[in-house]
């Protein structure tokens, strides 16, 4: 009777004693990689090596290559082969970052689904809020929703009929605002756990919105400061290239008060401020995870004062 035990070092197959063995290579990174696979229920290329013997293994992971049941323990000890604690540290660390980070990537999907959640419900909330201006208008001018809530209509059963619808559709649009309002308490916790820099800068709205059309934290943080200064204005790129149609100066950082409330000459060479920011902000996010934020901002404040003073600003 055969057993098939993976230790954080190798694959032992034994009965009373080891019968076959294979070590991983003596690698941080290697054995950081193994781990993370058994973490995640992927069988290894070492393990199937002893599909032939059909040993018991004593995890379900393993069922593919053996029979699963209770197995004999054996002490295996990692120092016997060379292996040190150190470097059992050292990769569990590295395995923990790998994990951390594969979560961070999930975490940016979901974040651009609540974008895009976020979007929706605006554009409803619109749509209805217009719908119930105009029909409580034949009643009452419009003040509030709160107002509506309280309509009542005497009469005959019709007339309470369409003000209960009318107080029906105000009470879609309060539970419409309160989703908003959770939505963007997520948005921002989140983005302030995965990119804590960016969100600094610009804030949890643009920032998210960046990530999302970006297609992720990574591929913000490759991106040219010129790309990311038209994120959101692909529309009007592509009108430029087809029709010869004036460029687009910005996109999604026309959101920030520093461009929108900016004289319109001046707007380009801000948004190009905030973009080459953006880029750095973004970088340290996604690979050194060093704060340094304080000082971007700093320095996006002293650059922007600069070129508000000037008097004469190239249209660009």
């Not at 190798?10 to 063995?21: A, Q, R, S």
């Not at 290239?241 to 520093?258: D, N, T």
Request: net charge positive; hydrophobic share 40%.
């Amino acid at each position: 009777m055969m057993y098939l035990a993976t230790k954080w070092f190798g694959v032992f197959l034994y009965d009373n004693e080891i019968i076959d063995k294979i070590l991983f290579p003596k690698d941080a990174n290697e054995i950081a990689e193994r781990i993370y696979k058994i973490q995640n229920g992927i069988l290894l290329e070492e393990e199937n090596r002893f599909k032939k013997y059909e040993p018991i293994v004593g995890e379900k992971r393993l069922s593919k290559i053996g029979k699963f049941g209770k197995i004999k323990k054996l002490k295996i000890m990692g120092k016997e082969y060379g292996y040190s604690i150190s470097l059992l540290k050292e990769a569990c660390i590295k395995a923990a970052i790998k994990k951390i980070r594969e979560e961070e990537g999930k975490r940016e999907r979901r974040i651009s689904e609540a974008v895009n959640a976020l979007d929706d419900l605006i554009k409803v909330e619109n749509i209805l809020r217009e719908r119930l201006r105009d029909w409580y208008g034949f009643f009452n001018e419009f003040e509030s929703i709160e107002d509506i809530l309280k309509f009542d209509l005497d009469g005959n059963e019709i007339n309470r009929l369409e003000s209960n619808s009318i107080k029906k559709l105000a009470e879609i649009v309060v539970s419409i605002e309160k989703s908003k309002e959770g939505l963007e308490e997520y948005i921002e916790k989140a983005m302030q756990t995965i990119a804590p820099n960016l969100t600094k800068i610009v804030g949890y709205k643009i920032s998210a919105r960046l990530v999302a059309i970006a297609g992720g934290l990574d591929r913000l943080a490759v991106m040219p400061s010129g790309t990311i200064q038209l994120l959101g204005a692909e529309k009007a790129l592509f009108r430029h290239l087809k029709s010869g149609s004036p460029p687009p100066k910005h996109g999604v950082i026309f959101m920030h008060e520093m461009v929108n409330k900016a004289p319109r000459k001046k707007r380009g060479r801000i948004a190009r401020l905030l973009a080459t920011k953006i880029a750095i902000a973004a970088k340290a996010d996604a690979f050194t995870h060093n704060y340094i934020a304080d000082d971007l901002d700093k320095e996006i404040k002293r650059k922007y004062e600069e070129i508000m003073k000037t008097k004469k600003c190239l249209n660009i």
